[in-house]
């Protein structure tokens, strides 16, 4: 099933943009009369039928509505962007196929990398939205510091993913069905020190992902399958 995205067909809005109306035209062939199944990133899959097969400006009609089913529990996943960016691409994609609600990105003291733009990384998302046939698009947040964070995330489960390998505690033994739960992923070089305590002062409690040591992405993508497993 191919689907395409247009966020705002709840207000109104009956027309692919552009780059999905080449693709639903140009290469999928589309004709007017044809069917089109849509998401709109909100939670809500849309069959509509084309009423104007323009490559440029592909309109359509709305046949019926249907809302994805919520799931229970929140999952939202902080991390420190890598140096290259591949890998964080391919974090988000991956992330969104398992299923996340809300992607952070913080800047720690051992930062590979200061600035990022998000604007890639939401393409991606929404790619990976489609592919895996979801109709919610997770939140993705521009980096912001990892004091200013900790300061602002309110959710009541909150974790530190720390290379401890005197911490016997495992991420997946503390998260329980239907849990709000927020995951720190540090950088390459991990958090520092000072940091780590001021996450736990925040109310984090540090967790290990296992017994290797991973890198950034890939413990990011263990911590949103360990939620989406026991959560």
Known sequence: MQLFYQPDVLNGVTELDPEESRHAIKVLRKTEGDLLRLVDGKGHFFTATITEANFR???????????????D??????????????????????SVEFGVDRISFVLCQNAERNVLKTDRLIKKAVSAMKQSLKARLPQIDEMVKLQ????????????????????????????????????????????????????????????????????????????????????
């Open 57 to 71: 400006r592909c309109r359509f009609k709305v046949l019926e509505t249907e809302k994805e089913k919520q799931r």
């Open 73 to 94: 529990g929140f999952r939202h996943i902080a991390i420190a962007p890598t140096k290259n960016l591949d890998r964080i691409e391919w974090f988000v994609e991956k």
């Open 148 to 231: 200013s964070f900790l300061s602002h995330c309110d959710l009541p489960h909150r974790y530190i993913a720390y290379v401890d390998f005197d911490n016997p505690i495992h991420l997946r033994e503390l998260v329980e069905p239907g849990q709000h739960s927020v995951v720190l992923i540090g950088p390459e070089g991990d958090f520092s020190e000072q940091e780590l305590q001021q996450a736990i002062s925040s109310g984090y409690r540090k967790v290990t992902l296992g017994e290797s040591r991973l890198r950034t992405e890939t413990a990011g993508l263990a911590a949103v399958h360990i939620l989406n497993l026991f959560g």
